[in-house]
């Protein structure tokens, strides 16, 4: 198993396809091939889709990060829409986000909703399909821990269309896209890039039924959830878009150019406060995160976090080395965090499963 000289993507990863030179194939393409589509055309979108009556123009996903808060931020005051903002709140949010996203609307005047699923559906997907994974490593029951974050689309579109507002604005980047998940490639320039398709998705989901008694049963009992979560996969997939047709989804930084530094400088001057104990502050708003850390890295060695930092490598916005240090800190981070989550989430009879081997910096051993 050897590292791309460029980024952190090792040869162990599907379709890695290392060169003679030492490089990934993701660099080689130059991995997600993320080019802005320019403010002009954000505007002109922006302007075609506002509000024909007195509601607001734009329901805006705000977690309390630094990205949504900028998003945030640009839609009211850069773009001059009149918008309201939602927290999607889940029994893994970590409080400290949800007053951010607050505080920020209250700084900027917006109107802020609070919505979530309930009777905990999300904290029991979530040990249901973690459970089904230890006895069953797989990227698709890895996935599936997830399945019921992505009803944040739902409620988003939702409330959008309950409250007449023609538009929804997110704030994900291309950037944050890790290349084993996005598997399929077509083109022949390599420079066009597929995610699997809906067929694929649903194969995988069969073989994993096959091989894994615990995981069928965890889409028996939240079958519901399940079905929709993996239909509203991403914030303007066509279910959404055929669901709420009165509803146009705004993916911002399809748009605008996604640079850390610009985001943080811009919010931090309206008051936005990093939070805390995080390294890399992303996902640091949600204590389901470490576990997907924790999967990923034990089944693949490399986890969304080194793509996501090698996606920032290929723009131009890290080096290798400041990546490298950005990975060590984030696994001391994991390590001091990792048993707080397990026991607020009240998993302690799981404690003993963790493997922590693959968190060790070589300079521990
Ligand atoms: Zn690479």
Same mark, same amino acid.
Request: glycine residues 6%; neutral net charge; charged residues 25%.
């Given at each position: 198993?050897?590292?791309?000289?460029?980024?952190?993507?090792?040869?162990?990863?599907? +379709?890695? @396809?290392? +060169?003679?030179?030492?490089?990934?194939?993701?660099?080689?393409?130059?991995?997600? @091939?993320?080019?802005?589509?320019?403010?002009?055309?954000?505007? &002109?979108?922006? #302007?075609?889709?506002?509000?024909?009556?007195?509601?607001?123009?734009?329901?805006?996903?705000?977690?309390?990060?630094?990205?949504?808060?900028?998003?945030?931020?640009?839609?009211?005051?850069?773009?001059?829409?009149?918008?309201?903002?939602?927290?999607?709140?889940?029994?893994?949010?970590?409080?400290?986000?949800?007053? @951010?996203?607050?505080?920020?609307?209250?700084?900027?005047?917006?109107?802020?909703?609070?919505?979530?699923?309930?009777? *905990?559906?999300?904290?029991?997907?979530?040990?249901?399909?973690?459970?089904?994974?230890?006895?069953?490593?797989?990227?698709?029951?890895?996935?599936?821990?997830?399945?019921? $974050?992505?009803?944040?689309?739902?409620?988003?579109?939702?409330?959008?269309?309950?409250? !007449?507002?023609?538009?929804?604005?997110?704030?994900?980047?291309?950037?944050? $896209?890790?290349?084993?998940?996005?598997?399929?490639?077509?083109?022949? #320039?390599?420079?066009?890039? *597929?995610?699997?398709?809906?067929?694929?998705?649903?194969? !995988?989901?069969?073989?994993?039924?096959?091989?894994?008694?615990?995981?069928?049963?965890?889409?028996?009992?939240?079958?519901?959830?399940?079905?929709?979560? $993996?239909?509203?996969?991403?914030?303007?997939?066509?279910?959404?878009?055929?669901?709420?047709?009165?509803?146009?989804?705004?993916?911002?930084?399809?748009?605008?150019?996604?640079?850390?530094?610009?985001?943080? &400088?811009?919010?931090?001057?309206?008051?936005?406060?990093?939070?805390?104990?995080?390294?890399?502050?992303?996902?640091?708003? $949600?204590?389901?995160?470490?576990?997907?850390?924790?999967?990923?890295?034990?089944?693949?060695?490399?986890?969304?976090?080194?793509?996501?930092?090698?996606?920032?490598?290929?723009?131009?916005?890290?080096?290798?080395?400041?990546?490298?240090?950005?990975?060590?800190? #984030?696994?001391?981070?994991?390590?001091?965090?990792?048993?707080?989550?397990?026991?607020?989430?009240?998993? &302690?009879?799981?404690?003993?499963?963790?493997?922590?081997?693959?968190?060790?910096?070589?300079?521990?051993?």
């Amino acid at each position: 198993m050897s590292t791309c000289k460029k980024c952190l993507m090792i040869s162990s990863l599907q +379709n890695s @396809n290392f +060169n003679s030179e030492g490089e990934c194939y993701w660099c080689q393409t130059n991995f997600p @091939n993320y080019k802005p589509r320019g403010e002009e055309k954000l505007a &002109d979108l922006l #302007n075609e889709h506002r509000s024909k009556s007195s509601s607001a123009d734009c329901m805006v996903g705000v977690s309390g990060g630094k990205d949504s808060t900028y998003a945030l931020m640009a839609l009211k005051d850069t773009y001059g829409l009149n918008v309201e903002a939602f927290t999607y709140v889940h029994e893994g949010t970590v409080p400290a986000s949800v007053e @951010n996203a607050k505080k920020m609307c209250m700084k900027l005047d917006v109107k802020h909703h609070i919505v979530s699923l309930p009777d *905990q559906i999300h904290l029991r997907t979530f040990k249901t399909f973690f459970r089904s994974w230890l006895a069953h490593p797989s990227l698709v029951s890895a996935g599936m821990t997830c399945v019921a $974050c992505k009803h944040l689309h739902i409620l988003g579109f939702e409330l959008a269309k309950e409250r !007449n507002i023609p538009m929804i604005a997110w704030a994900s980047t291309p950037l944050e $896209c890790p290349p084993f998940l996005a598997i399929g490639y077509k083109g022949n #320039n390599g420079e066009v890039y *597929q995610k699997s398709s809906l067929l694929e998705n649903a194969a !995988n989901m069969m073989k994993e039924m096959v091989h894994s008694p615990k995981f069928v049963q965890g889409v028996v009992e939240h079958f519901s959830t399940c079905y929709q979560g $993996c239909m509203a996969v991403s914030p303007a997939s066509n279910y959404l878009i055929a669901k709420y047709p009165t509803v146009t989804p705004i993916k911002i930084f399809d748009f605008i150019d996604w640079n850390p530094r610009v985001v943080i &400088d811009e919010i931090t001057r309206k008051g936005w406060q990093k939070p805390v104990k995080s390294g890399d502050d992303w996902h640091s708003d $949600c204590l389901f995160h470490h576990f997907k850390e924790y999967m990923f890295r034990k089944m693949l060695g490399v986890s969304y976090l080194e793509a996501y930092l090698s996606n920032q490598i290929r723009y131009g916005l890290l080096s290798r080395d400041e990546a490298m240090k950005s990975v060590e800190e #984030n696994k001391r981070i994991f390590l001091k965090e990792f048993p707080i989550a397990i026991k607020e989430l009240e998993m &302690d009879d799981i404690a003993d499963k963790i493997d922590y081997q693959p968190w060790q910096s070589s300079g521990d051993e």
